[in-house]
């Protein structure tokens, strides 16, 4: 038995489905047939020689403690994840994706026992036939967003309500797929969203809203209708209706609406939606507006407004910190992936750094930057709610 370790199924199925590695030539390579690999992901622990583990860790690309380092949280089912065009991808990379959650909920426990965070703050036990933009309103007065104003940033505004974001590029497949939310924990109590980095600076806010919605509205089994809910909660939560109608434009064109997607900070498609569904625009005139957009093209870039619009470069496109701060507040050290690797047991270091990435890094102060002695961690960020 000196030559064995004691592997944990759970860990050989996350490694294999975040790596999106099919199981017929893993198991030839250890010598098992598919159905002993089956019953391997599907144990508590197996004893396995350590040259197998080895074998194991350098073909999946993750380290040899990962293997026989118990699993730190629960596993998130995949039915779970509120993912936009569920339908269209394929189940190995929604395993992919729920391995990737399991990943950030094991680091949010762990950076949890050394600081603090927010406390949840989102509506709870909405009523039966509660609109998305009732929805919205309530989200907006647990959040403290001073009504009918624009929100500065939508991911901060999200993180102070207790809600981690992360954003790696861990191959959602297309842009269907921006962002997904899910709730995890013991009793499904502790939310994450996770979005993939993009350059448009209002699809960022945009996607961030929508997940929003579902944790708001979505909180167990998903409606018919869960994704046009997402995105009438996204617009309402950017720009509430009441402002909305009094801001619009008598006449709207895309000219017209430039100037409602620089303050409020959505996109002219949205604009385009939100305005049709309050009732301020009717069919015919969004449809020519939409075909505007697929008509005009960017001078420079070549590519159209549909895919490209106007203004997609005056903005830096929106990033999570809380992460980030939790680590220098908590441990007193700045984040990377061989620490959230270590903190873990063992996920590999490419895909912490990619959570790492995506974190806006904390300030400094100005003689931290020539080398001194950065500010204390306590300042960081004040997570209080406004009186």
Do not use: C
């Not at 026992?113 to 309103?137: F, I, M, S, V, Y």
């Not at 809600?163 to 797929?177: L, N, R, T």
């Not at 996109?267 to 507006?289: F, K």
Request: aromatic residues 6%; hydrophobic residues 45%.
């Amino acid at each position: 038995m000196a030559d064995t370790v004691l592997v944990y199924g759970h860990r050989v199925r996350q490694a294999r489905t975040i790596r999106s590695s099919p199981i017929k030539p893993l198991a030839e390579m250890l010598g098992l047939t598919p159905s002993a690999w089956t019953a391997l992901e599907r144990s508590a622990g197996t004893r396995m020689p350590v040259l197998r583990v080895r074998a194991l860790a350098l073909r999946l690309r993750f380290p040899q403690e990962f293997f026989t380092s118990p699993p730190a949280g629960l596993p998130v089912h995949r039915g779970s994840l509120l993912l936009r065009a569920k339908k269209s991808i394929k189940i190995a990379e929604v395993d992919a994706l729920t391995a990737f959650a399991e990943m950030v909920q094991e680091l949010w426990q762990v950076l949890s026992q050394h600081a603090t965070h927010p406390p949840l703050r989102l509506p709870k036990n909405l009523l039966a036939g509660t609109t998305p933009e009732d929805a919205a309103a309530l989200t907006r007065l647990a959040l403290d967003l001073e009504e009918g104003e624009p929100i500065p940033h939508v991911t901060h505004a999200v993180e102070r309500a207790g809600v981690p974001i992360v954003v790696a590029d861990i191959g959602m497949p297309d842009a269907k797929h921006d962002a997904f939310s899910v709730w995890t924990g013991d009793f499904h109590d502790e939310p994450l969203i996770v979005a993939r980095p993009v350059n448009s600076w209002e699809r960022t806010r945009w996607s961030i809203a929508h997940e929003l919605g579902h944790l708001v509205m979505h909180h167990g089994a998903l409606p018919e209708a869960a994704e046009d809910e997402a995105n009438r909660f996204a617009n309402a939560f950017l720009f509430p209706p009441l402002a909305l109608e009094m801001e619009w434009p008598a006449t709207a064109t895309l000219a017209t609406l430039m100037p409602l997607k620089r303050r409020w900070q959505m996109s002219l498609s949205s604009l385009i939606m939100h305005g049709r569904h309050n009732q301020l625009l009717d069919e015919a005139r969004a449809t020519g507006l939409f075909k505007q957009l697929s008509a005009r093209r960017d001078s420079v870039t070549h590519v159209t407004w549909r895919v490209q619009e106007p203004a997609w470069d005056e903005l830096e496109p929106e990033r999570p910190r809380l992460l980030a701060v939790m680590t220098e507040r908590g441990m007193d050290e700045r984040p990377s992936a061989e620490l959230f690797s270590a903190l873990t047991g063992g996920w590999s270091k490419d895909l912490m750094q990619e959570v790492v990435d995506g974190q806006r890094p904390a300030p400094v102060k100005a003689e931290a930057k020539r080398g001194l002695a950065s500010e204390p961690v306590s300042n960081v960020v004040d997570f209080r709610r406004r009186a």
